[in-house]
């Protein structure tokens, strides 16, 4: 990891001869970071979900974590970087939901003041739970307004550190300390991982375990799994270029609705991942029921995309183990209940 911290509002990553933004070392690094701070969470196994799916499965539940999702990870990876001197005034992060809380936790830990620029139609738990946490929440249009230009201001008024969601270093390291997890577990479970398929919005989790993998298993392959109509990575991996989303473009999938793969966690993808895979908004409700009802696991729509890729048949075949990463929990109360129960959200 080649960092430069030009000001405390920005961070800048370069890397010499093209190398990658993150490797392994950074990822273990990060595993030393967060030890004793984040949740190591399970990988779960279920003899009726392998009977249905043909496979030994593992389900690596981040929905266990602080703040209900993987993005504890790498908020306090990189929170935990900021100097001293520097942390009284504060942080500021953009989110849908997931990074809010966080970054929220991560800064509460640590005693930043935080500030986040969510989406007034963000689920109502997790602008409630990101301002439990402490943290400060400023509401934004996502139709009419950038929150990437909102944060930037307000990072730049306040001289606070920017912490992207997906597009810096120390957060894809940190998100990468799930991939070291799972062999660590599935080791311990006597299961050989054949591949890994991973939720994925603007791929920083994705990248972080395709990053921990590929060093101590570069024969298992990883997937990126995202909504069909979000489907910017699995299309730019094909083309070899960043391609974007169609204006308009719409999913349940609140935390994986990135217009486009970041500038850092792309070219990882492309080096290392198998290719991406997608799946529709009505095969991702079918995964959260079939989790609550069978698994009994709770999880938000963009956490069970790479769990719908699997029921959905579109996992390719493989000689190990399928290890399936649920991303988040963080799942609207009203929007489940209607799922469930065959109201609007079940549609």
Request: glycine share 10%.
């Amino acid at each position: 990891m080649n960092l430069e911290t030009t000001t405390t509002t920005t961070t800048t990553m370069t890397t010499a001869n093209g190398a990658l933004a993150v490797c392994p070392d950074d990822v273990r690094d990060a595993a030393a970071t967060i030890a004793g701070v984040a949740v190591r969470t399970p990988l779960l196994e279920y003899r009726f979900l392998n009977e249905k799916a043909g496979r030994r499965v593992l389900i690596k539940f981040e929905g266990a974590q602080i703040g209900g999702a993987f993005k504890f990870r790498g908020a306090y990876n990189r929170l935990a970087r900021i100097p001293e001197a520097e942390r009284p005034s504060g942080v500021v992060a953009w989110s849908s939901g997931n990074h809010a809380q966080g970054v929220a936790a991560a800064a509460r830990i640590l005693g930043i003041p935080a500030a986040i620029v969510m989406p007034a139609d963000a689920p109502a738990i997790k602008i409630a739970n990101t301002r439990a946490l402490g943290a400060e929440v400023v509401p934004y249009d996502r139709a009419t307004q950038s929150r990437e230009e909102i944060a930037t201001r307000l990072a730049e008024e306040r001289g606070a550190v920017l912490v992207p969601s997906f597009d810096d270093p120390y957060i894809i390291a940190g998100q990468g300390t799930a991939g070291l997890e799972i062999v660590e577990q599935a080791a311990e479970l006597g299961a050989v991982i054949g591949q890994v398929l991973v939720c994925c919005g603007g791929g920083g989790l994705v990248a972080g375990i395709a990053t921990a993998l590929n060093d101590v298993l570069p024969d298992a392959a990883v997937w990126s799994v995202e909504p069909e109509a979000f489907d910017d990575t699995a299309r730019s991996l094909i083309s070899g270029r960043r391609e974007a989303v169609a204006v308009g473009a719409a999913s349940i999938c609140d935390a994986l609705l990135a217009p486009t793969p970041g500038e850092l966690t792309f070219p990882i993808n492309k080096a290392l991942l198998a290719g991406g895979l997608t799946v529709s908004d009505t095969q991702v409700r079918a995964a959260m029921r079939y989790a609550f009802e069978v698994l009994k696991l709770v999880i938000e729509p963009g956490g069970a995309v790479a769990l719908a890729a699997l029921l959905a048949g579109k996992a390719p075949e493989t000689k190990g183990a399928t290890v399936v990463v649920v991303s988040g929990a963080n799942v609207d109360p009203a929007f489940f209940g209607d799922l469930l129960h065959g109201g609007a959200g079940a549609q």
